[in-house]
């Protein structure tokens, strides 16, 4: 293991606990229907026991460079705070900042008696830019159609398919960009001091 944590290192890492995911939308829209109420476990005869964990890295690009963890700390607080009653009967039994394989592995034993974990992203690491070249040869997908992602595209790749769909991760949320720059690339990538991979390469099988 790094010494950074990756959200799924952490949930096999706090394994046997309850685990809630929240980012930065949190309060803003999502989380509750308009006019709702939280729905609070009112059987239960004491408090729920909630560990509170503000996940992230020093180094995170996303969502600023120079974020404030303890700014956006102060924000998630007075959100909590505004709550006020609805959360009467929720006991935040352990409130950390969790920015390492070894911070996780630190405050583990104080992880195994509480009902559930809220983790709360503040930043998200980038360790290497991926990335792969090809040649768009259709769009599937028209403006005509009544489909959710009109953005589709075929690529004919350039490299090894096996071994891009091997390396391929971080999800769908990609940048296409035409034309080749690489080099643009690889001088960015050496000057924040990060790696740049090519997925498409059997080399990195």
């Given at each position: 293991?790094?010494?950074?944590?990756?959200?799924?290192e952490?949930?096999?890492?706090?394994?046997?606990?309850?685990?809630?995911?929240?980012?930065?939308?949190?309060?803003?829209?999502?989380?509750?229907?308009?006019?709702?109420?939280?729905?609070?476990?009112?059987?239960?005869?004491?408090k729920?026991?909630?560990?509170r964990?503000?996940?992230?890295?020093?180094?995170?690009?996303?969502?600023?460079?120079?974020?404030?963890?303890?700014?956006?700390?102060?924000?998630?607080?007075?959100?909590?705070?505004?709550l006020g009653?609805?959360?009467?009967?929720?006991?935040?039994?352990?409130?950390?900042?969790?920015?390492?394989?070894?911070?996780?592995?630190?405050?583990?034993?104080?992880?195994q008696?509480?009902d559930?974990i809220?983790?709360?992203?503040?930043?998200?690491?980038?360790?290497a830019i991926?990335?792969?070249?090809?040649?768009?040869?259709?769009?599937?997908?028209?403006?005509?159609?009544?489909?959710?992602?009109?953005?589709?595209?075929?690529?004919?790749?350039?490299?090894?398919?096996?071994?891009?769909?091997?390396?391929?991760?971080?999800?769908?949320?990609?940048?296409?960009?035409?034309?080749?720059?690489?080099k643009?690339?690889?001088?960015?990538?050496?000057?924040?001091?990060?790696?740049m991979?090519?997925?498409?390469?059997?080399?990195?099988?």
């Amino acid at each position: 293991m790094s010494g950074q944590v990756s959200c799924r290192e952490f949930l096999q890492i706090a394994a046997g606990s309850g685990v809630y995911l929240a980012g930065a939308g949190f309060f803003a829209g999502g989380a509750r229907a308009a006019g709702s109420r939280l729905v609070s476990p009112g059987c239960r005869r004491s408090k729920v026991k909630v560990a509170r964990l503000y996940m992230g890295t020093r180094e995170g690009l996303w969502p600023k460079p120079k974020l404030s963890f303890q700014d956006e700390i102060r924000t998630y607080e007075a959100q909590f705070a505004k709550l006020g009653g609805e959360m009467a009967d929720v006991d935040f039994v352990v409130d950390e900042i969790v920015a390492s394989a070894e911070a996780v592995a630190r405050i583990k034993p104080r992880l195994q008696d509480v009902d559930g974990i809220l983790v709360v992203h503040l930043s998200m690491g980038t360790g290497a830019i991926l990335h792969f070249t090809g040649t768009i040869i259709d769009a599937p997908v028209g403006l005509e159609h009544e489909r959710g992602c009109r953005t589709k595209i075929t690529v004919k790749v350039d490299g090894d398919i096996t071994a891009l769909w091997k390396n391929w991760s971080q999800g769908l949320h990609r940048q296409t960009v035409y034309g080749d720059i690489r080099k643009e690339l690889g001088q960015f990538c050496r000057y924040m001091g990060l790696k740049m991979i090519d997925e498409a390469s059997a080399m990195q099988v």
